[in-house]
């Protein structure tokens, strides 16, 4: 593990072996890291987090309680979670707060927004500024605000084209409906 001289990791704080933690991050006492993550400058770790193996969390990024990433998970710049839905100043939610679940291998796109209480699928790909406030089905690609679905990724990262059995580059194949879209492998 690499923790720069800026960085604040709390006693508790649970990180896995490999795990880069850069510039002015803070980690709190109940969060846990896998291995393999990178957490860039300005990250901050709530007590309630969950995060995987190999997952990259950009330059200012919160995760918030209640949140958890699983594994190889991309947070892009500046991404932003929530965990109350409804918040105000002069009322305590902390009772309410909403859990969200990023699925393994999901991206989230620089400035997007993930309100609380959503769980974005397996090899999601959420685009830039995005604001998804509803689920998001394995593989979709969101954009927008709200976020829609406007194809399908493959879990190496390229657009797919096409319905019924579909081939990517990289040799994996999909079964796409609407509405659907299930990895074969």
Not at 59 to 68: A, E
Not at 72 to 78: A, K, L, M, T, Y
Request: charged share 20%; hydrophobic share 40%.
């Amino acid at each position: 593990m690499i923790v720069h001289d800026t960085a604040i990791v709390d006693a508790g704080a649970i990180i896995g072996e490999g795990t880069r933690i850069w510039h002015w991050v803070h980690v709190c006492a109940g969060a846990r890291i896998g291995s393999g993550c990178s957490l860039g400058q300005n990250v901050f770790v709530a007590n309630d987090v969950v995060i995987g193996d190999n997952v990259k969390v950009q330059n200012n990024v919160s995760v918030y309680d209640g949140v958890t990433l699983e594994d190889d998970v991309f947070c892009g710049p500046s991404m932003v979670f929530t965990n109350v839905y409804n918040p105000r100043a002069a009322v305590a939610r902390k009772d309410e707060y909403r859990p969200t679940r990023v699925r393994r291998g999901a991206t989230l796109g620089a400035n997007c927004t993930i309100v609380c209480g959503v769980t974005i699928g397996e090899h999601a790909f959420v685009g830039a500024g995005s604001v998804v406030n509803r689920d998001v089905p394995a593989n979709a690609l969101m954009v927008g605000v709200p976020a829609r679905r406007i194809g399908w990724m493959c879990a190496c990262g390229v657009r797919l084209q096409g319905e019924g059995e579909v081939r990517c580059d990289c040799g994996d194949t999909y079964t796409i409906n609407t509405g659907n879209c299930v990895r074969h492998g």
